[in-house]
C-alpha cells in the first residue's frame, strides 16, 4: 500500500511540475513579446527625416502624418484625409532585391493586393501592384489587384540606405482596422515576376488613430511559428509516441501506463498552448481559417474528453472496463487523426514553406515506419508460444 501510494504521489508531482514548466514557458514568451517595444529610439530617429528633399509631393509633405517603426527596420507613414484618401510612405533599409506592402480582407496572402517597389540592377526604379491570386508564383500576378489609386502616380525612391515607396489610395469610407501584409526579399525580380519572400509579416493596423499600430509591436511570423512548432511537437510527437507505448508495451507492466500517462499529458499541455497562441494570433489577424479552426477545436476537444477519462476510468475488474477502453482507444486514435490532418492544412494556408513539408514529413514517416517495425514485431511475439499448434499457425490463433 505504502510503495503504491509513493508511485501515485510521485505521479502527481511529475504533473505538476509539467504544469509549472508550461506557465514558466507562457511567461518567457510574454517577456520576449515585451522586449519587442525597445524599437521606440529607433522609430524617433527614422520618423524624424526630412522627406521634401527627395520625395515629390504629396508624399514629401504630409499634413497629419503618422509614422511608426512597424518591423525590422520598416517604417510606415500614413495620412487620411477627410474625403478617404490615404497616403502611403514605407521606407526599408535595402541592399538589393524588393520590398512589398499589401492589404488583405483577412490578413492571408491568398486574395490580397500588395505594391511593391526595387530598384533594378541598372539602377532604374520599379513600382508595381500585384494581385496576390494564390501562394504560388504563378499566381502572383504583376499589373493586377484591387487597389484604388488617385490621380497620383505612385514613386519609389532610393535614398542613403533606404528605399522608400510612396502610393495613394481612395477608398469608399473611412479606413479603420485594417490587415496589412509587409515581405521583402533579397533577389531581384525577373520581367517583373516576384521571387519567393526571404521573411513576412501580416499585422493589423488602425489608420483611423495616431496611436500605436494595433499589435504592430507583436512580430506575428514569430506567433505563427510558435503555433506551428507547437502543434506539431503535441500531436506530431507527443501524442503519438505516447498511444505508440500503450499500443506495444503492454508488456512492460506498469511501466507503460506511466510512460503513456506523463507522454499523454506532456502532449495535451503542448497541445493547449499551440491553442492559446493560435487564438491569440486570430484574435490579432481575424485570418479566415475557419476549417482550420475548427478541425483544431474539434481534436482538443476529444483531447479534453480524453483527459477527463482518465480520471473516471473503471478498475480492471469493472463490467465496463473492456468498453471504456474501446472508447478511449478509438478517441485517441480519432484525435491524432484529425491533430495531422490539421498540421497538413495548417501549413498549406500559412504558406509555411517546404522547410515544414520536409520536417513534418519526415517525423510523420519515422513514426509510420516505426509503428510498422512495432507491429509486426509484436505479432511475430504473440505468435510464439503457439508454434507447436498449426492450427493456431493457420488461423493466426
Known amino acids: 500500500m505504502a510503495a503504491g501510494f509513493n508511485s ?49 509631393p504629396p508624399y514629401g509633405n504630409l499634413s497629419n502624418v503618422r509614422c ?26 535595402y541592399t538589393t532585391g524588393w520590398v512589398g506592402i499589401g492589404f488583405s480582407k483577412d490578413g492571408m496572402m491568398r486574395g490580397a493586393s500588395a505594391m511593391v517597389g526595387w530598384i533594378s540592377k541598372t539602377g532604374h526604379a520599379r513600382i508595381k501592384q500585384y494581385h496576390l491570386k494564390g501562394y504560388n508564383r504563378s499566381e502572383v500576378i504583376p499589373g493586377k489587384g484591387d487597389l484604388n489609386f488617385t490621380s497620383i502616380l505612385p514613386v519609389v525612391v532610393l535614398d542613403g540606405a533606404n528605399i522608400y515607396l510612396a502610393f495613394q489610395l481612395q477608398f469608399e469610407s473611412a479606413v479603420k482596422r485594417q490587415p496589412t501584409l509587409l515581405a521583402y526579399s ?45 502543434g506539431i511537437l503535441g500531436w506530431g510527437l507527443f501524442l503519438p509516441i505516447g498511444a505508440m507505448v500503450a499500443r506495444f508495451m503492454k508488456q512492460k507492466e506498469p511501466l507503460w501506463f506511466y510512460l503513456h500517462t506523463i507522454l499523454q499529458f506532456i502532449g495535451f499541455f503542448v497541445v493547449v498552448s499551440g491553442v492559446v ?49 474501446t472508447y478511449h482507444g478509438f478517441a485517441g486514435v480519432l484525435a491524432l487523426l ?60
Not at 499589435?215 to 503555433?227: E, I, L, P, T
Not at 480520471?311 to 477502453?325: G, Y
Not at 504558406?351 to 510523420?364: E, N
Request: glycine letters at 6%; one cysteine or more.
Open 8 to 56: 501515485k504521489h510521485s505521479f502527481v508531482n511529475l504533473v505538476s511540475l509539467i504544469l509549472v514548466m508550461v506557465v514558466l514557458l507562457g511567461r518567457g514568451a510574454l517577456l520576449g513579446l515585451a522586449d519587442e517595444t525597445g524599437n521606440l529610439d529607433a522609430e524617433s530617429e527614422f520618423c524624424n527625416n526630412d522627406l521634401t528633399s527627395f520625395l515629390p
Open 186 to 230: 533579397s533577389r531581384y525580380p525577373v520581367n517583373h515576376e516576384l521571387s519567393v519572400h526571404d521573411d513576412k509579416l501580416s499585422m493589423v493596423i488602425d489608420y483611423s488613430t495616431a496611436a500605436l499600430p494595433v499589435n504592430a509591436s507583436v512580430d506575428h511570423s514569430q506567433m505563427k511559428w510558435s503555433h506551428g512548432v507547437l
Open 277 to 325: 497562441v493560435g487564438q491569440a494570433l486570430y484574435n490579432s489577424i481575424h485570418a479566415d481559417v475557419s476549417a482550420h479552426r475548427g478541425i483544431g477545436y474539434f481534436a482538443l476537444t476529444i483531447c479534453i474528453l480524453q483527459v477527463t477519462a482518465f480520471f473516471i476510468r473503471p478498475d480492471k475488474d469493472s463490467k465496463f472496463r473492456r468498453l471504456w477502453s
Open 338 to 397: 484529425f491533430g495531422s490532418v490539421n498540421i497538413v492544412y495548417g501549413i498549406q494556408i500559412g504558406s509555411a514553406g517546404t522547410p515544414w513539408k520536409i520536417g513534418y514529413g519526415f517525423l510523420l514517416g519515422t513514426l509510420l515506419v516505426a509503428a510498422a517495425i512495432l507491429q509486426v514485431l509484436s505479432m511475430m511475439r504473440s505468435s510464439e508460444p503457439k508454434v507447436q499448434s498449426p492450427a493456431s499457425q493457420i488461423y493466426g490463433l
Open 68 to 93: 511608426q517603426l512597424v518591423w525590422n527596420t520598416f517604417i510606415l507613414r500614413y495620412s487620411q484625409s477627410r474625403d478617404h484618401v490615404v497616403t502611403f510612405v514605407l521606407s526599408a533599409l
